[in-house]
C-alpha cells in the first residue's frame, strides 16, 4: 500500500531536519510555522498547503524540486515490483 502524499512529505520534511541536526523549534522559527504545525505536517498529520511546504522546505534548504523528487520515491513503487505486475 502506498503511503499517503502528505506522510511522504512529512518523512521527507522530518528527515531533512535531523540530517542537519536542528531542533523542530529552529526549523518551525525559520519557515515562520508554530512547532506544532511543524510536528503534525512532519507526522503527516496536517495537509498542508503549498505555501506551508514552500515555506518549510526553504527553511531546510531543500528546493521544491529536490522535495518532490525524495517524495516521489518514496511513494513509487519499486521498479522491480511494477515488471512483476
Known amino acids: 500500500m502506498e503511503p499517503l502524499w502528505r506522510v511522504a512529505v512529512g518523512d521527507v520534511?522530518?528527515?531533512?531536519?535531523?540530517?542537519?541536526?536542528?531542533?523542530?523549534?529552529?526549523?518551525?522559527?525559520?519557515?515562520?510555522?508554530s512547532p506544532?504545525?511543524?510536528?503534525?505536517?512532519e507526522r503527516g498529520l496536517k495537509d498542508p498547503s503549498s505555501e506551508m511546504i514552500a515555506a518549510v522546505a526553504g527553511a531546510l534548504e531543500l528546493t521544491?524540486?529536490?522535495?518532490?523528487?525524495?517524495?516521489t520515491e518514496r511513494v513509487s513503487p519499486p521498479a522491480a515490483m511494477l515488471r512483476a505486475v
Open 36 to 41: 506544532q504545525y511543524l510536528s503534525e505536517m
Open 64 to 71: 521544491l524540486g529536490d522535495l518532490t523528487r525524495s517524495v
Open 13 to 33: 520534511l522530518r528527515t531533512a531536519r535531523h540530517d542537519r541536526g536542528e531542533r523542530l523549534a529552529d526549523t518551525a522559527r525559520r519557515s515562520g510555522v
